[in-house]
């Protein structure tokens, strides 16, 4: 989706209920996902061509208003061994410089295999190499979205 093409966020029937939005950096492209306003689920929301991080954060600055988001999660893509790796650190850096850009919490959250298990769902959906491309950010944010929203679900629920 491009950023023109994202459907208007429906209205909260709790209105204390507040979203979280996820972001899967990349050099080229960012995925944006979003959660219901209760945390149950994660849909993609639209992919920002990278042009620099100033411009990023304001176009998230932008999506955090339009959709009342409470906090952003950024993908930590750390390695498959959990140690940090160039683009971790490039992600948090990012992540402590845009918290007082936006004033909402910003956290990290491990986005390991998003971006494979993206791939595979998109090839199950029958989806052409380009179209993949286009949407694999997004979808890679929804992943590790919906998979924190879980785990915080379980843990909630946990005696």
Known sequence: ??????????????????????LDLGEVRVGVAVSDPLGITAQPVETIAFTGDKALARRIAELCARWDVAEVLVGHPVGSDGRGTERAALAERFAKRLEPTIRRRVRLVDERFSTAEAERNLI??????????????????RIFLQSELDRRRIVADAP
């Open 124 to 141: 199950a959906a029958d989806l052409s190499r380009e179209e993949r491309r286009a949407c694999i950010d997004q979808e890679a944010a």
């Open 1 to 22: 989706m491009s950023q023109d093409a994202s459907p208007p966020p429906p209205k909260a029937a709790n209105p204390s209920a507040r979203r979280v939005l996820a």
